[in-house]
């Protein structure tokens, strides 16, 4: 069976998974650098966290794979942590940096 989603559709689904601390998706804050899907329909986020000893890091991770689990045809969910680029607040999304008041 063909997948049925496409990358933007993940990342569209991403936007319900908040940065508890922030309160801003972490598709907007800029923590998301990719989304691989294969033909099966496995899908790799890899992203990064906004500080490398980020206490509620694991909880993100379930909160992105809990988003995604849904989705028709979606195999397993798989996150894939880099810190390389570093997350900086110039990577947030206009609407992030607004509702910041980060100019």
């Known amino acids: 069976m063909p997948v049925t989603f496409s990358r933007d559709d993940v990342r569209e689904g991403l936007k319900q998974v908040y940065d508890p601390e922030i309160g801003i998706n972490i598709v907007d804050l800029g923590l998301v650098y990719d989304a691989d899907i294969s033909d099966q329909g496995d899908v790799l986020v890899t992203m990064t966290l906004t500080s490398l000893g980020c206490?509620?890091?694991?909880v993100i991770v379930q909160e992105v794979q809990g988003a995604l689990?849904?989705?028709p045809g979606v195999g397993e969910v798989d996150v894939k942590l880099v810190w390389?680029?570093?997350w900086s607040p110039e990577m947030m999304s206009e609407d992030a940096k607004d509702e910041l008041g980060i100019w």
């Open 55 to 58: 206490p509620l890091g694991p």
């Open 69 to 71: 689990k849904d989705f």
């Open 84 to 86: 390389s680029p570093p």
